[in-house]
């Protein structure tokens, strides 16, 4: 279109641009601390093309096929682009040139209908906006309204120069007037039809031209906003960690050294490329517990800010100096406020449903650390929990002789070489009054399926899960080297816990520190002893059972279909389900060691379940973990509700389904 | 100038069982704590230190293993630690533990001026609530008991306004510096020692001042300085009460007879 040097000096510089801008950015990232992310690259590689290109997680909701339609039609249009880009700077480069016409004609007919499609997918994205915005995002954003048009205005640009070059061409489909298949630009072409052959020409002069600046102020414009996803979100997908983030990293305590984040450099490299992926799409905030109950903590925000933060420090930390914006602070943009640190479950929804797997939740755990360990800040209520876990071993401060008062009237064997299993009863099993019940369903269904166990009485120590999740590492790595150091000594190897928290800790974050132990929880232990027929379960109906998916048992274990399977087994019957279960399942509101704070900002998290759980008018609300348990029997006092409706432990279920004397055949 | 916070190192008595049999108390395996009300006075100290920018020095008199209490003490911030610890100390009563600790502060003070001694308001082992008060005496400095509130140092005027917990009420009292003051648990929360602080503290060296170095008339310490001699320690034979009505049941009927008896026995004024 006439000036090809004058477009190549434009392209030169906004390249130019591009690149020193993207430099400038990425660079920031390699002040993040080093992680392995490159390990199994085919197993990378298949990742990437499933999460990114095939694009599995964007399209499990509405909205999100039509960011997948949006995705493709970008990767045709980048082929469009790019042949735009090398015609423009000599005609006899590009496509149309060089490849005969019955192989350009249906390409450039291809961007011609994707061009359309493209402007229909924009269309809707923008009515979405505007008609149904979202509850959790600021849908509305300049940001995403400037984008969107700079897409819309660019197809449109699209069209008119082709319009305009295809319009002479219109009815002369001989040798020399060759007119491409391209529907939609040859319909507009028809309305120029009869204009002065000069006018057509400044058209397509002038069409080419706002192509051609659109697409490289686009270009220009995509590193400064949220749609730096475009160039991150892919490679993310690639980075992606291969197992579950159920633990955190280990820390090493010696002088001098650091502990937890508290300045934006101390994040992984992976961390901060996670905050340029963000698409802030805000699913992660529609799942919170904390968000949706009101509380200062939106994930979304948390990697914002690191960003934000990234961008305002890097250059200063790169060259030495101090940065100028707190990571850590009373709440700005860029700076993250302590009770929004606080509020974290650590139930892990924000990782389920992120689209390009950005990992929240450890990030949030790692600014705890800091709090914790380098300036002992943390809420009041914390210190007592510290100084009970220290001091004896358990959140409660309870003396440690107490922990067989719960067996006093069964047989309880001390764990030998002549037991198999170590049941690691937990804290809440051994001390709590009502989960103590549970303990006792757990022993019963245990002596009824022939299991040898045993326990480690007074000896045995809480495994620490809540002083991890609250920051408090340095505590934690004592308390499981105690605990290793006894496992080891007692020859414990085969352990079977009440609670999801001990199951994981003692099964994730346990092997960090060199031991392999084989832990089950009891929920999966209860299956397999049913599925075998070593377990005699008479199916006892007990009315409509729901259950709820504790966040350590699912979504960071990933074991949703044992706890399914056995209330079938032992009630008959498949549980009822709540409208968020599974992988969506929305956390009571104990974990991440809230269950050791107040919740004083916004509504209760254990409420909003408790309401969600009655809406499927159970009889019972089945649950497989003592801080649920506790959580749900409160919450229902808190509601009123009708005194009918109990919480049971899974195996209280199972238990009151065992044939009478079940446990003396297996001994006999 | 200093403030000296007096520590001990106690068995954390919660975990304390007593022998069915010799009705002694079963010691083995339980763990040492510092004396929760010390952990105040430590912290007090502390912020005294925040407040007026004195020094802290934390004492306790002990067996060698007290050096554990001492480097928590360090961990939370004291600038440094003296741990008072020879045979000839052992098996003191309160008279002759202030004797030792009276000593150990004449000693610091001859290095650097003492402002204020802080001390718990009593153990949880020996609970006698005499230390303090022993000390004060010994040093002719102020006693000041039952503190609550630190709220004031006039430090050119050497006089220190303080808030007394009493039954039901509050005293506020002022006094002449140097003064002793013992502390109830809510005069603070005390803090939580940082990583960097504890590892700083695990490595260490902990004084020790032995009587060689202390040089006390031998007869006015341990043994030989307690005229309190500890005869016995057992559980009291407790009977078990009478159960009053059906409070699962019939928790209305069972509160109304409770009432009823506490008031025929004159323990509940109307
Ligand atoms: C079960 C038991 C019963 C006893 N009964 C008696 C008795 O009836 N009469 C008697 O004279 N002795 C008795 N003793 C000995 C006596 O308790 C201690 O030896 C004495 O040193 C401290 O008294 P206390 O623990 O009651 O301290 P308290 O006077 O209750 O302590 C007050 C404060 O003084 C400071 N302090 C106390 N001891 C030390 C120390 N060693 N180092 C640093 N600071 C300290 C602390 O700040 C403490 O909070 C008993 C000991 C035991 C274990
Ligand atoms: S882990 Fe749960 S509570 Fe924490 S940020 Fe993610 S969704 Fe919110
Ligand atoms: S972190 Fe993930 S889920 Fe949250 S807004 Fe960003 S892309 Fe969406």
């Known amino acids: ?668 | 100038m200093l403030v000296v916070a007096c520590i001990k190192q106690v068995p954390d008595t919660t975990q304390v069982s007593i022998d069915p049999v010799t009705n002694t108390l079963i010691r083995e395996g339980v763990p040492f704590i510092m004396n929760p009300y010390d952990t105040h006075a430590l912290e007090e100290a502390l912020r005294l230190k925040d407040r007026y920018g004195f020094r802290v020095a934390a004492i306790s008199m002990g067996p060698p293993n007290a050096e554990v209490t001492l480097r928590k003490a360090l961990a939370a911030g004291a600038d440094e630690v003296v741990l008072l610890s020879d045979r000839a100390f052992g098996g003191a009563d309160t008279l002759a533990t202030s004797q030792v600790l009276s000593a150990a502060i004449t000693r610091l003070n001859e290095r650097e001026e003492v402002a204020v001694v802080l001390c718990g308001k009593q153990t949880i082992d020996g609970d006698t609530a005499q230390v303090g008060p022993g000390i004060a005496t010994r040093l002719g400095y102020t006693q000041l008991t039952l503190v609550d509130q630190i709220q004031h140092l006039d430090l050119a005027a050497r006089r220190v306004r303080v808030r007394r917990k009493l039954e039901g009420r509050h005293e506020i009292v002022e006094a002449p510096m140097p003064a002793v003051l013992t502390v109830v648990r809510e005069i603070n929360r005390p803090r939580y020692p940082t990583v960097p602080m504890r590892l700083a503290a695990e490595q260490a060296e902990i004084p020790v001042w032995s009587n060689a170095v202390m040089t006390i008339a031998p007869e006015t310490i341990g043994l030989k300085g307690s005229p309190t001699k500890v005869n016995r320690i057992f559980s009291p034979e407790r009977d078990k009460g009478e159960i009053l009505g059906d409070g699962a049941h019939d928790p209305d009927g069972a509160a109304e007879l409770l009432i009823a008896r506490l008031m025929s026995k004159d323990l509940l004024p109307l």
């Open chain 1, 1 to 668: 279109m006439g000036y090809p040097q004058i477009f190549a000096a434009v392209l030169a510089v906004s390249v130019v641009l591009f690149i020193v801008s993207c430099i400038r950015r990425f660079r920031l990232v390699a002040l993040g601390k080093p992680e392995d992310r490159l390990s199994h690259v085919w197993t990378r590689v298949g990742n990437m093309l499933l999460f990114a290109f095939g694009q599995k997680r964007v399209v499990a909701r509405p909205f999100g096929l039509n960011h997948f339609v949006i995705f493709w039609c970008f990767l045709v249009l980048a082929v469009a682009n790019a042949d735009f880009v090398i015609a423009g700077l000599n005609t006899q480069w590009g496509i149309a040139a060089w490849l005969p016409t019955s192989i350009s004609g249906p390409i450039f007919g291809l961007f011609d209908l994707v061009s359309l499609l493209t402007l229909v997918v924009i269309g809707i994205a923008i009515a979405r906006r505007l008609f149904f915005p979202p509850d959790y995002i600021e849908a509305r954003s300049k940001d995403a309204f400037v984008i969107l048009t700079m897409i819309a205005l660019l197809m449109v640009a699209f069209f008119g120069s082709h319009a305009a070059e295809n319009a002479p061409h219109l009815g002369f489909q001989t040798g020399f007037n060759y007119l491409p298949p391209m529907p939609v630009s040859n319909a507009i072409a028809h309305l120029l039809v009869g204009l002065p052959e000069a006018t057509i020409h400044v058209l397509a002069t002038g069409f080419w031209w706002a192509h051609a600046i659109i697409l490289l102020a686009f270009l220009n414009y995509l590193p400064f906003s949220k749609h730096m996803h475009i160039l991150a979100a892919i490679p993310n997908c690639f980075f992606k960690r291969l197992g579950r983030a159920n633990t955190l990293p280990t820390e090493t305590f010696e002088v001098g050294a650091e502990y937890g984040v508290g300045r934006v450099d101390r994040f992984t490299w992976k961390d901060l490329f996670d905050s340029y992926s963000c698409t802030e799409c805000g699913r992660c905030t529609d799942v919170c517990p904390a968000f949706r109950t009101g509380k200062p903590l939106n994930p979304r925000e948390v990697v914002h800010d690191i960003k934000v933060n990234l961008l305002a420090n890097g250059e200063r930390i790169a060259a030495g100096q101090q940065p100028g914006l707190a990571l850590i602070g009373p709440h700005a943009e860029g700076t993250i406020a302590e009770d929004t640190i606080w509020s974290c479950t650590s139930c892990g929804a924000c990782m389920e449903v992120c689209p390009v797997f950005i990992e929240q939740m450890p990030k949030i755990l790692q600014l705890r650390r800091t709090l914790v360990e380098e300036e002992a800040r943390f809420p009041e209520e914390v210190i007592t929990f510290f100084e009970n876990m220290e001091q004896r071993g358990n959140p409660w401060g309870i003396a440690p002789s107490e922990r067989t008062k719960w067996c006093a009237h069964i047989e309880a064997k001390p764990f030998s070489d002549e037991t198999e299993y170590l049941f690691f009863v937990g804290c809440a099993g051994a001390f709590d009054a009502r989960n103590k019940q549970v303990s006792l369903a757990v022993a019963a269904i245990l002596d009824a399926a022939g299991i040898s166990w045993g326990i480690l009485g007074k000896d045995e120590m809480c495994c620490g899960d809540s002083l991890r999740r609250l920051g408090n590492e340095y505590a934690f790595d004592r308390m499981v080297r105690h605990n290793i150091e006894l496992f080891r000594r007692r020859g414990v190897v085969k352990i079977i816990t009440q609670c999801p928290h001990c199951f994981s800790t003692l099964k994730n974050d346990y092997r960090q520190f060199g031991i392999e132990l084989d832990v089950i929880h009891h929920t999966e232990l209860i299956q397999r002893l049913i599925a075998e027929g070593r377990l005699p379960v008479n199916a006892a109906a007990i009315g409509r059972v729901v259950f709820h998916d504790s966040c350590y048992l699912g979504r960071h274990n990933g074991i949703y279909d044992a706890p399914r399977a056995v209330i079938r087994a032992a009630t008959g019957q498949a549980p009822a389900e709540m409208a968020r279960h599974r992988e969506n399942s929305f956390c009571c509101g104990a974990g991440g060691g809230r269950m050791w704070m107040e919740e004083h900002l916004g509504t209760r998290i254990n409420i909003a379940r408790v309401h969600e759980a009655l809406e499927t008018r159970p009889d019972t609300i089945c649950v497989s973990c003592p801080y649920c348990l506790t959580m749900f029997e409160d919450g229902l006092k808190d509601v009123d509700a009708d005194p009918r409706v109990g919480v049971k432990d899974i195996a209280e279920v199972v238990a009151a389904a065992l044939p009478a004397q079940a446990g003396e055949e297996a001994k006999a």
